[in-house]
């Protein structure tokens, strides 16, 4: 049997396009799969029989998206408007703390600087600065190169709010994809009337997909994690080890925010989401 290991990149009806070493084949799955409640996702690293057209193992994922379905992400791009659509500190938030927990490397990028006026440049300087001060990669969306040496040799999805340029910032990587990028916001959940699948397209030497964003922000499983998704609350030895940063006595998180040293939006974020104002479930382990 001619079997060889290789990356889904399509999936439309059931008919899996599988790259291998540069060459695409449309494969079926193996029946055993329904059986056992598995399902071959985009992204998944599977092994093929190639004579029979068949993928007969899917390996291990790291990580898997259920909005869209897609598997084994490196890096995720938080596409965040700075004006027009008015920043959100809530919502940048929100989806970082989701990226970081499904063990997805998020990467900020910033649009719309170039509408500010000055003294709002020197405001999100600062916000900029503090958000790469807890070890998180921020870039504007004219730094073009910067992100390409980010993403390189991975796999990279995209998120934000409507409107903040994810679309743009695709055609900037690629101006190829501008087809592309349309036909995925439809299938991932844009328009009625259309073909729902998802796809991964190869751009230099890394794979990217479009996503049309969250839908929805108000439910995580495991609230007692959340925490672990503030990089800077890290640092911080409260009193007690399970200490919530919230009404605990001995808060070394809530004294540092007292003294500056935390970003008074971040620890609001925090607060919203162990409140009930909670985010949504779109990524899983």
């Known amino acids: ?28 799955a193996r029946g055993i799969f329904r059986n056992n409640n598995e399902i071959p996702l985009v992204g998944d690293i599977v092994e093929v029989d190639l004579d029979n057209s068949i993928i007969t193992k899917i390996n291990a994922r790291k990580n898997e998206l259920t909005r869209p379905t897609i598997a084994n992400i490196d890096a995720c791009i938080i596409v965040t408007s700075l004006k027009e659509p008015d920043y959100s500190a809530s919502l940048l938030d929100k989806m970082l703390t989701n990226v970081i927990l499904s063990n997805i490397k ?9 509408l500010l006026t000055d003294s709002e440049k020197k405001h ?21 190169s910067e992100l390409e040496s980010l993403i390189s040799n991975q796999t990279v999805t995209l998120t934000g709010q409507t409107g903040a340029g994810k679309s743009t910032l695709i055609n ?55 925490r672990f998704a503030f990089y800077e609350f890290e640092e911080d030895l409260c009193k007690f080890r399970d200490c919530k940063h919230l009404n605990e006595i001995g808060c070394k ?8 040293k935390i970003l008074n939006s971040r620890y609001e974020s925090y607060k919203g989401m162990m409140n009930n104002e909670n985010i949504s479930n779109v990524f899983k382990k």
Do not use: Q, W
């Open 253 to 260: 998180v809530k004294e540092d925010l007292e003294a500056g």
């Open 106 to 114: 998020p990467i900020i990028v910033f649009s719309k600087y170039d």
């Open 172 to 226: 900037k990587l690629d101006k190829n994809l501008n087809l592309a990028t349309d036909e995925i916001s439809y299938a991932l959940g844009r328009g009625k009337h259309t073909t729902r699948h998802v796809e991964l397209f190869k751009v230099k030497d890394y794979y990217i997909a479009d996503t049309p964003g969250f839908s929805a922000l108000d439910v995580i499983d495991d609230k007692e994690n959340i």
């Open 124 to 144: 999100f300087d600062s916000i900029i600065e503090y958000y790469k001060s807890i070890g998180i990669d921020v870039l504007l969306n004219t730094e073009i």
């Open 1 to 28: 049997m001619n079997t060889a290991t290789g990356r889904i990149v399509k999936n439309i009806s059931n008919l899996y396009t599988v790259e291998v070493n540069n060459e695409k084949y449309d494969c079926r």
